[in-house]
Nanobody
Framework: QVQLAESGGGLVQPGGSLRLSCVVS????????MGWYRQAPGNQRELVAS???????NYADSVKGRFTISIDVAKSTVYLQMNSLKPEDSAVYYC?????????WGQGTQVTVSS
């Protein structure tokens, strides 16, 4: 089993920045891809960014150039640095770990971008 715990959400003004963190514990050796997803009210959950064990990254077009996903292996933590935030980035952000057989999810952290 894998446990994921997100933190770092909050209220920020348009143009501001936030860094989300996801601490991974348990059978982390089984994970080959980590990702951040988000879900706004009335919308489906969508992929924001992902990173493979080999370091390859993938971003949604809407966040390219503004968001950066990274991993600190020593801390077993995945980060999502979010810059130049827009109101449409407001959502609950979820950390995801994929093992090839199972999907693991965190509890989510709320991000609200508003003046």
């Amino acid at each position: 089993q894998v446990q994921l715990a997100e933190s770092g959400g909050g209220l920020v003004q348009p143009g501001g920045s936030l860094r989300l963190s996801c601490v991974v514990s348990g059978s982390i050796f089984s994970i080959n891809t980590m990702g951040w997803y988000r879900q706004a009210p009335g919308n489906q959950r969508e992929l924001v960014a992902s990173i493979t064990r080999g370091g390859s990254t993938n971003y949604a077009d809407s966040v390219k150039g503004r968001f950066t996903i990274s991993i600190d292996v020593a801390k077993s933590t995945v980060y999502l640095q979010m810059n130049s935030l827009k109101p449409e980035d407001s959502a609950v952000y979820y950390c995801n770990g994929y093992s090839g057989r199972s999907n693991y999810w965190g509890q989510g952290t709320q991000v609200t971008v508003s003046s």
